[in-house]
């Protein structure tokens, strides 16, 4: 058995690297390299991210167990499949999950395609996550990490029925703690890294002035507008905000607190409104991946998940049209914002997911 291993200079997948090893497996371990980031910004933050130093320590971890190691550039599909639609997304009005595109169009596109190339039967990442096979169906599950604090199944639900039966996720059943002792104990010199928690393309946290250097022009201004329509206040570019936001708005002399309620990209305005504007029983996704299902053809109840780090809530998901699900909640969801994902459980089995287009009061 031969297993390829996405390493990205990080603890998760250099245990995942181990433990396939431990198993018995060949074992072959690439590093992606997707973009140049700032090695001095990412030493200052103390926060790993795209740079030489990840690539070191990916090639380190490899040389300790003794396995092949490459390291392979998808530069150019990364920026035409992840960075262009972070861009156009905010261009839309609506709000990007990039991590979910480099895994559909990078880890799961690009380098899954590789397997055969490399003669490898297996595929291996440092995701918090866990794969099995329902006996009846006879479909491959998603399911949820040990360590649900970690989980990373939010960012997956587009894996396909062929990915999943030639994946694993080592590091699913293992809490971040015990992956850690791990590495200490094999002295790896990843064992004590601190984790990426920024957008790798993006480390200093300023989404807006990477947009523009991106795209070479400042952001146009424009209006914000009330519920009625009317102009209330002037903005720098209707692409630096997000539904729900309050702070860094700009503008002031309300009686009440105004957040983000909607944003027009096309007309270049957004409308601020109170909190009780932001909440929606309904919203309508696109783009659905079925996983544990094979399609949708009646109404069933599960539980919805609207962003990563929100608590999936009761739901009933309806089929709508080709490829879409309206998920009508039990309860009103605070700042659904579209370009999102929504994400489907039943306890803790992925059921799939889609990208969010619309909420409805």
Not at 216 to 244: L, P
Not at 315 to 336: C, K, W, Y
Request: glycine fraction near 10%.
């Amino acid at each position: 058995m031969s297993t390829l291993v996405a390493i990205s200079g990080g603890v998760d997948s250099s245990i995942a690297a181990y433990l396939t090893k431990a198993r018995g497996e060949r074992v072959i371990c690439v590093l992606m390299k997707m973009f140049e980031g700032d090695a001095q910004t990412c030493a200052v933050r103390q926060k790993s991210c795209c740079s030489e130093a990840d690539a070191a320590d990916a090639r380190a971890v490899a040389a300790k167990l003794g396995v092949d190691f490459f390291v392979f550039n998808y530069k150019d599909v990364f920026r035409q499949e992840v960075i262009e639609r972070f861009v156009k997304c905010y261009a839309r009005g609506e709000t990007p999950n990039p991590c979910i595109d480099c895994n559909k169009y990078v880890k799961f596109g690009e380098l899954f395609r590789h397997l055969t190339a490399y003669e490898c039967d297996m595929f291996a990442t440092g995701h918090y996550a866990r794969i099995s096979r329902d006996q009846g169906s006879g479909r491959w599950l998603l399911r949820k990490a040990v360590d649900t604090a970690k989980d990373q199944t939010y960012f997956l639900y587009n894996l396909t029925q062929e990915q999943l039966a030639r994946t694993r996720f080592p590091v699913g059943e293992l809490t971040k703690r015990e992956v850690r002792e791990i590495a200490e104990t094999q002295g790896f010199i990843t064992a004590r890294k601190p984790e990426s928690q920024d957008i790798c393309f993006v480390p200093d946290g300023n989404y807006m002035s990477f947009i523009e250097a991106h795209t070479g022009g400042a952001m146009r201004q424009g209006d914000f507008v009330d519920a009625t329509g009317n102009v209330i206040g002037r903005h720098g570019g209707s692409m630096r905000y997000t539904i729900g936001q309050r702070r860094g708005i700009g503008v002031g002399g309300f009686s009440k607190p105004m957040y983000v309620v909607s944003i027009d990209a096309v007309n270049n305005t957004v409308r601020l409104g109170e909190e009780s504007e932001l909440y929606s029983r309904r919203l309508l996704a696109r783009d659905i991946n079925w996983i544990a299902l094979s399609g949708l053809t009646s109404p069933i109840k599960a539980h919805a998940q609207i962003r990563y780090n929100s608590t999936p809530q009761p739901a009933t998901l309806h089929p709508v049209g080709d490829n879409e699900v309206m998920v009508d909640f039990s309860i009103s969801q605070r700042a659904i914002a579209s370009g999102q994902s929504v994400v489907f459980y039943d306890g803790d089995v992925t059921i799939g997911g889609g990208t969010i287009c619309t909420a409805e009061s």
